[in-house]
DNA sequence: CCTGTTTGCTGCATCGATTGTGCAAACAGT
DNA sequence: ACTGTTTGCACAATCGATGCAGCAAACAGG
């Protein structure tokens, strides 16, 4: 058997120099005939022709850094997550690459892990790399990152949560959060007898976009219906999953049991709180309604079921670039509705023929 | 209340040459004090501060085109993964960039969707971009991946699957499955008395590294057991949830019921498969033991017990890191263990504080 | 044949940072 | 005071691609 691969180092990569060399024609013959520009330049259909096949040849292909630097743009786009663990946002990830990769653009994914240090270090790190756009889904502080990105002149589109310096594509979530209590309450009504009998939301952070339109809603519908919400339903403790393990843990033990009904705003939140309310006898879980503010197809299929919403990532995406695409500048917000999914429901992603 | 924005457009960013002219130094040591040069090059320490200080005042950063470009190197580094919606690979991601933060290193992170053609584009636009090192996650052809790379004199390191082109490090697949087929054995000795009487391990594709081990790991653990498995025991569908629940279905019509046992090669496979099951009766679903190979929160907490394999995904990545940081070039194949988890357990990852 | 236009291409400066080389001034040694 | 070393910095080339300005040759029109 042949051996497979020599341990001979490659020759440096060909440049448009070396295709000028090998072809006969200057650099900026080269140059054009590679690219776009060689109609206007006017440079022989059968020059390039015979350009390009060289460059085939040669395995060239363009050293995007020397291009960027004189073109002053990179073909980088960026996009700042909060972090990859989570279904909703890896959703947002794959759809804003599908979309970077059909323009020819290379996406740039990064993860804040919600540390405003680490959210700027990025956005400079962005910059400094020179990316065409930036796509801010979960930013702690969205118009200190706007003013980092004006002083680049680099244009941003807010996603998921609204900023005050530059377009915003958002769910709606006090729609999507409405409609869910509304399901939660339609399955058993809490009217709140004691204070087991009540909906509790749990998770989230109440100085966050989202979750104060979804606790809001939340107050509104119950209010509505006729019960309105005190405080104590209200335990917006974070995203992190021990942290709602904790909480709901306190909560049952204040209740003397599980409580009526949980509306959990976030899928991390819910990791936790399934953590505490597995080790509960299966009766009592029965006897709970449960809803989840973003949909993982997993989640579908617990013991109990689960009422769940669906945010449109592939939505937002969608028209985060189309205002890219059309260039808006002014400070428009536009909503993207979310979808309520009945509980053990089979939802097929939009990349649903993955691996 | 004060305007935030004004629409005034930025200037145009500092350069070295602006700051040069701020301090009265010339480029050449504006460049060095910025950089870490300026102790071999002599620059005085007093002449160090006031650059740093003027820089610092006009937000100077520096253009990494240019550098690259000039240093033949971009601080980028790459991995490919097959895709972002699935637990396994969003935990490589998210340890691939918390490392590459650490190094002071940009992650770009490409998705092939596990097509071929899709995968050799990436490379070749990763080497565009002049990545200082690329990963590579469940290639569909890791030789010809292997050979654009040494091409491009490109360092590259293939995770959780196999190379002959470069070092490797993957999960230990075998060992992770027998250890897994041994426990649903344990948990309920199928015999083989009937064909409904038995484990099928069903999902992955069997032209896969991973899946070829997992399969010779079922294999090996019945065959010790005593009840050799009948080919038809094997359904290596693909990752496709869809096809998956086809699948399952198919088998469960052919044998009339559930089957006793089901080892589930991946989460994307488990998902469409849960799309059956869940529409069985719950006795009949507590009549039959689970596997999945992968960890997945929620499937933890199902409404029957699932026994899962979680892979070292930090792991992993730390030892490519390390193979990286050490210039490993020869083709070492390093395994890292997965960790069996039993069923309903919550779990800890690495990034738990996360939102 | 002579002038004006079009065609097809080359030369050169440029993007911003890095780095090898060079060169004064300061300083040390005798 | 005179030579040799060290210190501190500036100059200019360079990385690879792009795009403006310009220049021969071909060609058209009279």
Not at 110 to 121: D, G, I, K, M, T
Not at 155 to 168: E, K, Q
Not at 254 to 277: D, Y
């Amino acid at each position: 058997m042949p051996k497979l691969f020599t341990m001979t180092r490659a020759p440096r990569k060909a440049t448009i120099y070396d295709i000028a060399r090998l072809s006969g024609a200057s650099p900026s013959t080269v140059s054009a005939a590679l690219g776009e520009s060689w109609r206007t330049r006017r440079i022989a259909e059968a020059t390039v022709e015979s350009i390009r096949k060289i460059a085939a040849e040669q395995g060239y292909s363009a050293n995007m850094q020397a291009r960027g630097l004189r073109k002053a743009r990179s073909g980088l786009v960026g996009m700042i997550i909060p972090l990859h663990d989570n279904r909703f946002f890896t959703a947002l990830s794959q759809s804003f690459e599908a979309f970077a990769r059909e323009r020819g653009l290379v996406p740039v994914i990064a993860s804040s892990l919600r540390e405003p240090v680490e959210e700027r270090r990025i956005v400079e790190t962005l910059i400094s790399y020179a990316v065409d756009f930036l796509f801010i889904a979960g930013a702690t502080d969205p118009d200190s990152v706007s003013a980092l990105c004006r002083s680049a002149d680099l244009r941003h589109i807010f996603v998921d949560l609204p900023g005050r310096g530059a377009p915003s594509v958002v769910s709606d979530n006090h729609k999507g959060a409405a409609e869910l209590t509304r399901r939660l309450l339609a399955d058993r009504p809490l009217r709140g007898g004691s204070a087991r009998d009540r909906l509790y939301l749990i998770g989230g952070d109440a100085g966050d976009y989202a979750t104060a339109r979804r606790i809001e809603a939340f107050r509104d519908v119950l209010t509505e219906a006729g019960i309105p919400p005190d405080p104590a339903q209200i335990i917006a403790c974070g995203y992190a999953p021990r942290s709602a393990m904790r909480e709901v843990a306190a909560l049952c033990d204040r209740l003397g049991g599980l409580p009526g009904g949980l509306l959990v705003n976030s899928l991390t939140a819910f990791e936790g709180v399934l953590g505490h309310l597995s080790g509960q006898p299966a009766e009592a879980l029965r006897a709970m309604v449960v809803g989840c503010y973003d949909y993982d197809p997993f989640a579908a299929w617990l013991q109990f079921p689960v009422h769940m919403v669906r945010q449109d990532a592939h939505g937002l995406i969608r028209e985060a670039y189309r205002m890219i695409d059309e260039n808006v500048r002014n400070l428009v917000l536009t909503m993207v509705e979310p979808e309520q999914i009945a509980p053990r429901t089979f939802y097929d992603s939009p990349f649903a023929d993955r691996g």
